[in-house]
């Protein structure tokens, strides 16, 4: 994971990112250059059951270069 924190507080999912403009100003660019990758999970995080159910999430958050 790259500039992602989450917890889990009651029956919440809690993600938090870093959107300082010094992070955003050296985020990576994308292969295209367009944009730069500020958080990414960088896949599928699985998070514990719910209601028996298997459960993850996946973040990307980008900015215009």
Do not use: C, E, W, Y
């Amino acid at each position: 994971m790259h500039n992602v924190n989450h917890t889990i507080t009651g029956d919440k999912l809690v993600i938090t990112i870093d959107l300082a403009s010094n992070v955003i100003a050296t985020a990576p660019m994308s292969s295209t250059g367009k944009t730069r990758l500020v958080a990414s999970t960088s896949g599928a995080i699985p998070l514990p059951p719910v209601q028996g159910k298997t459960v993850s999430f996946s973040l990307n958050v980008m900015a215009k270069a």
